[in-house]
């Protein structure tokens, strides 16, 4: 009935060319790490490949005694987690009445968010506005630009449309006030959805370096990544940051790559959980 | 009888007390997206000024108080060779994106869909879609650490005797775009097949069924059947891609170029990052974002106005 050999062959080169994507993927990572764990003359002499080479832990010593990197590690914290709440808390707040059919106005109001998402004053406008707010130096300009993004918003929407109307109008009936309702049956019927919106925003601030570029200058107020972004163009790690002992064994790829990788274990370690929600949320979000 | 007329009154005033409260909700992200997206848009007069920070004490007194030079701005753009770089590099390489990775996720997701071991169809996916998390600081890390002179790739080659001294992958103005298109190939094609995945699971088994039935093997079940299903999920990615053609890629040029490689690399948004900011050419910068913006906005209302006739769907 079906050429099954020649499906078997099809099925086993999906499986070698999806597997060689893996690793490829993962080879990377590897190699990061075994660089941060060998000791200078291993990595300048180019003994490093996926294995660590005369095995050290000084680069996360360094890294570990590091101002710039923890003070990078707490304003990053911080950041992530006042603008995930805040984003989710303005996210689903303006999404929950553009969902409402009953809403007078809603199309102007969807129109007026979908228009940011079309078009920008570019860069440059943007950056004098924080300068005219007073943001310069200050964490606020981290968190309040990217604060809700009409993207995300849309998700939101578009999954508070998929709920049954009938919900609603019992709880209307027990005489529920659209704040409850918002609280008790919107939010916790849509927790998918959610937690890949959080997630999304949570990795925005997370990752984002360029604000951090344009608008901090003090160091003990610079995002992990945007010290992360001075390291990458650096050959070389000044020497007041180093002790002696420590500048003789290491080299600058092993501290880079130590302060790269310590600051992804984050994502490698939250990423994996939330993985299953997203790929549900994404996509009843967008189903619309 | 007065009285639940009374109550009836008094419900229908709570029901509209609680009907405009609703507006209420909407405050927020109106006053942030006032605030943070319309307050700049007015900041593209700058464009159409000779604006120096220095004319008043805050930049919105400078803006009042810089004088109008109406389009000269843009008639200097024109002629700016930096420009006129910056945009072809731009078109270019966001060309050789889309002709090199916007087909690779659709074979990804018909591969993905094809196995039937569900740990391994969940684990390849976890792997295939992480690098999508992670920043352009820690993707072009991993990738100064592969391809640096110390790296991997080129300790391989000069022991296989390929080469005698290291390549210089970040400072080559002939390899600088296909390692743009390779990283961003690495970052981003696991994350794009999600939405062709989610269109293949979506297809009617019966028709496979059917085919299977009729004879058919797996590729042309492919060819006949699932290429078919998808395509106006493709077409539709398609059209909105070329919508997004002016948009090369800001954080990825910006953490990978470096002045050597301007000739291949420079595109328009890291030019009005360098020019605008670090050389205080505010009214330049504005210009070219300008620019930039409006020309994305055609593009993308074109392409959003094709989706719509076609497909009936939009972009939003």
Known sequence: MIDSRSDKVFSVIVYIILSTFGILIILPFLNLLATSLSDQVAVSNGMVTFWPKRFTLSAYKFVIQNKQFWNGFKTTILVTFAGTVLSMLVTTLTAYPLSLPKLKGRKFFLVLFIIVMLFNGGLIPNYLLINQLGLRNNRWALILPGLISTYNMLLVKNYFETLPPSLYESAKIDGASEFRIFINITLPLSLPTLATVALFYAVGFWNSYFSGILYISSPEKMPLQTYLQSLLNMSYIPAHELSPEVAESLSTESIRAASIFSATVPILVFYPFLQKYFVKGLVLGSDK | ?316
């Open chain 2, 1 to 316: 009888m007065n009285s639940t007329i009374e109550i009836k009154k008094k419900k229908k005033l709570w029901e509209r007390i609680d009907y405009y409260s609703l507006y209420f909700f909407l405050v927020p992200g109106l006053l942030l997206i006032f605030i943070f997206n319309y307050i700049p848009m007015g900041g593209i007069v700058i464009a159409f000024k000779d604006f120096n920070i220095f004319a008043g004490r805050t930049p919105l007194e400078s803006i009042i108080k810089s004088e109008w030079v109406g389009l000269s701005n843009f008639t200097k753009l024109f002629n700016n060779m930096n420009f006129l770089r910056a945009f072809r590099n731009t078109l270019i390489i966001s060309t050789y994106k889309i002709v090199f990775l916007f087909p690779v996720p659709i074979i990804l997701a018909i591969m993905i869909t094809d196995i039937k071991a569900k740990w391994y169809r969940k684990s390849i996916q976890t792997i295939l879609y992480l690098p999508h998390f992670l920043s352009w600081v820690v993707v072009t890390a991993l990738f100064i650490q592969i391809l640096g002179p110390y790296g991997v790739v080129n300790n391989w080659l000069k022991r296989m005797e390929v080469i005698e001294k290291s390549i210089q992958f970040f400072g080559n103005n002939n390899l600088f775009r296909s390692l743009v298109v390779v990283s961003a190939g690495w970052k981003e094609t696991g994350w794009n097949a999600i939405i062709y995945i989610a269109a293949i699971t979506g297809i009617n088994p019966q028709l496979y069924e059917a085919a299977k039935m009729d004879g058919a093997n797996k590729i042309q079940q492919i060819i006949y059947i699932t290429i078919p299903s998808i395509s106006s999920t493709i077409i539709m990615l398609f059209i909105l891609r070329i919508g997004a053609i002016l948009d090369a890629g800001f954080d990825q040029i910006y953490n990978m170029y470096s002045y050597v490689v301007y000739e291949k690399g420079d595109i328009l948004s890291t030019l009005v990052y360098r020019e605008g900011i670090g050389g205080q050419d505010y009214g330049f910068g504005t210009a070219v974002g300008l620019f930039n913006s409006i020309v994305a906005l055609v593009l993308v209302l074109g392409g959003n106005g094709l989706c719509r006739k076609f497909f009936k769907k939009g972009l939003w």
